[in-house]
């Protein structure tokens, strides 16, 4: 298996897919990148795919980053354990 490569800025966490699995590809994840309003989901495989969480502005503190937290992270661990997208080959 390839070594882990460094998280962009932003990611707090990573799920690989089952498609990187496969391959012993650590780059094909879905990540969880905190924003100042949420936390995005994003697949690095799946062109576009990208889903937002944003906090609950009737919440503050831990209570909403742990509910915007808690349903991205559901929602990467489904799409990473199902996603067989293989990643764009690189050409040089």
Same mark, same amino acid.
């Given at each position: ?11 707090? %966490? ?27 989901? @994003? ?7 990208? @889903?937002?969480? $944003? ?7 831990? @209570? ?6 808690? $349903? ?7 799409? %990473?354990?199902?996603? @067989? ?8």
């Amino acid at each position: 298996m390839k070594q882990q490569p460094s998280w962009p800025e932003g990611v707090v %966490a990573r799920y690989l897919t089952d498609a990187g699995k496969t391959l012993g590809d650590l780059a094909a994840t879905v990540d969880l990148i905190e924003k100042s309003d949420g936390i995005v989901a @994003r697949c690095t495989v799946c062109p576009g795919l990208e @889903r937002e969480f $944003h906090f609950d502005p009737m919440c503050t503190g831990a @209570r909403a980053t742990g509910w915007a937290t808690g $349903h991205a992270a559901d929602w990467a661990q489904a799409h %990473a354990e199902k996603c @067989r997208a293989l990643p764009k080959p690189v050409t040089s």
